[in-house]
């Protein structure tokens, strides 16, 4: 795998209608990002905008301290480029323009106010190209507005702009705390009506409901807190249908002061969270969706990529570049030693389980890719620090239950006594044999490289009789029997014979 290359570093500030944002990211050429630093500040623009159809002087003021932060953080983070935005509240504003004004004057900073059809467009962008989706269905819930989203062969293909923000719902809404059983009909009602009087319909066979934004992110969050959940990131968490309806059930009938004792959400959501939550359920009524697919990612990413490229990788590339920006992320990784590991393992594989499924192989030739960075930090427990550290890892393009076979694998590389238990729900007893042989013959390869001149060419031949596997390494300079033989054989039902260019040699 070759190395991600260098990228610029650039900020982007997002002035949404519930609150800001600044994030700075290193932009890689090969279209993966990389947070270096962020902060957000509540900023509740839709809230006075839909009282007084203009920002309020003390809202501006309220962004402006806001803005001069963000500014700060960007230019402290050596970002050599600023991109600001701002979307639903400021551009419904009459004094949009005029603030606009204000803060290029003041602050310096150059703000473009995104249009609706803009802000689904970047918020695809972004939200999609870390998600392993090829079909389906895009929502990006804000304070202010909803984009939907539909795309094929991930491509855009149409878009819609609701002004169906959760802080503008709740507000239009919710009068009662908690809300009672009419305002919630009320609203439901609403967000459906607008929803089916612009087409939006069913999802079709096989295509999938991807949610973005601060609303379902916490949503998500709230139900990964309830679950001894193994991966902490947010991105790729797959959020179900039932579970979803039980969560906004829970915040409909919990009163605003208590909400905020609900683990999972944030402290500045407990007054627009409800309504939001019921948007997103009327929505996945719509649409008959089983699941919501949950990206950490939106506007914000989209318009970091765009200043690059606008073309959506692939799952499988998206997946390849980040691997690529883990790996090169660590001082001790070499990836001609990671290329001949790799190249290993899938020879070995091929030999020994030629009917494994396609997400085994995949985790196993990334494991491979990765051993080494555990060795930055310790050798001899580096099978377990690159299993903790995939999981703590952004990999995007990556499914939760393809991370997880990934460290599942690397650790029982390290560990023979591991299971697959530390990983449900995700993963189960019936992956054990799988990610058991997987490591051994991550555990294996790795032998076998140290074992050979990094300056030379390894070939590896594999030949099964009934009772033993028979493994020829041209390279290999030399081999003694090993505790991998007994872990192998109890694993492969066969002795292991490795045998070297001296072995052959002595043999003839």
């Known amino acids: 795998m070759p190395r991600a290359p260098g990228g610029e570093t650039v900020a982007v500030i997002d002035i949404g209608s519930n609150s800001g944002r600044v994030v700075v990211y290193r932009l890689h050429r090969n279209g993966y990002l990389r947070i270096l630093a962020t902060t957000r500040a509540s900023l509740r623009l839709v809230r006075e905008l839909d009282r007084r159809h203009e920002l309020s002087p003390e809202a501006e003021s309220r962004a402006i301290d806001a803005l001069q932060d963000f500014r700060a953080v960007a230019v402290g983070s050596g970002a050599r480029r600023v991109v600001a935005l701002a979307t639903a509240a400021v551009r419904d504003a009459k004094n949009g323009p005029a603030f606009i004004r204000r803060v290029q004057r003041e602050l310096g900073i150059r703000v473009r106010i995104l249009s609706g059809d803009e802000e689904a467009q970047y918020g695809f962008l972004g939200a999609v190209r870390g998600l392993p989706v090829e079909d389906g269905v895009l929502f990006d819930l804000g304070g202010g507005s909803m984009q939907v989203s539909r ?131 009327t929505l996945v009524e719509v649409l008959k969706a089983p699941e919501i697919h949950i990206s950490g990612q939106g506007v914000r990413e989209g318009m970091a990529c765009s200043l690059g490229s606008r073309r959506l990788l692939s799952t499988e590339a998206s997946r390849q570049a980040s691997v690529a920006a883990l790996a090169t992320s660590f001082s001790e990784w070499d990836p001609a030693a990671a290329r001949r590991r790799a190249g290993l393992v899938q020879t070995l594989l091929r030999a020994l389980e030629p009917d494994a499924r396609d997400e085994i192989r995949e985790a196993l030739v990334h494991a491979a890719t990765l051993l080494d960075i555990g060795r930055s930090i310790d050798y001899f427990e580096r099978h377990a620090h690159v299993a903790d550290i995939v999981l703590a890892t952004d990999l995007v393009g990556f499914s939760h239950r393809s991370v997880a076979l990934l460290s599942a694998v690397v650790r029982s590389a390290g560990d023979p006594d591991s299971t697959p238990a530390s990983y449900a729900p995700l993963l189960n007893r019936h992956d054990h044999e799988a990610v058991q042989r997987a490591g051994v013959i991550l555990a294996l390869a790795d032998d076998i490289g140290e074992r050979c001149r990094p300056d030379r060419a390894v070939a590896l031949r594999c030949v099964l009789t009934r009772k033993a596997a028979r493994v020829s390494v041209s390279g290999l300079e030399g081999w003694r029997p090993r505790r991998i033989g007994d872990r192998f054989e109890q694993t492969f039902g066969r002795s292991l014979r490795v045998l070297t260019s001296a072995t052959r040699g002595r043999n003839r």
């Open 151 to 281: 795309f094929r062969k991930r491509r855009l293909v149409e878009d819609w702009s609701f002004p169906l923000g959760a802080l503008r719902l709740s507000d239009a809404f919710l009068r009662s705390d908690p809300p009672t059983g009419r305002e919630i009909r009320r609203l439901q009602e609403h967000v459906r009506r607008a929803l089916e009087d612009a087409g939006v319909g069913p999802l079709g066979r096989g295509q999938s409901l991807v949610g973005t934004g601060g609303t379902v992110r916490n949503l998500a969050k709230i139900d990964q807190r309830a679950l001894s959940y193994p991966i902490p990131r947010l991105h790729g968490y797959v959020l179900s249908r039932e579970r979803l309806a039980a969560i906004t059930a829970l915040l409909a009938a919990t009163r605003e002061r208590k909400r905020q004792g609900v683990a999972g959400l944030n402290d500045d959501r407990a007054d627009s969270v409800a309504g939001g939550a019921l948007a997103i359920q």
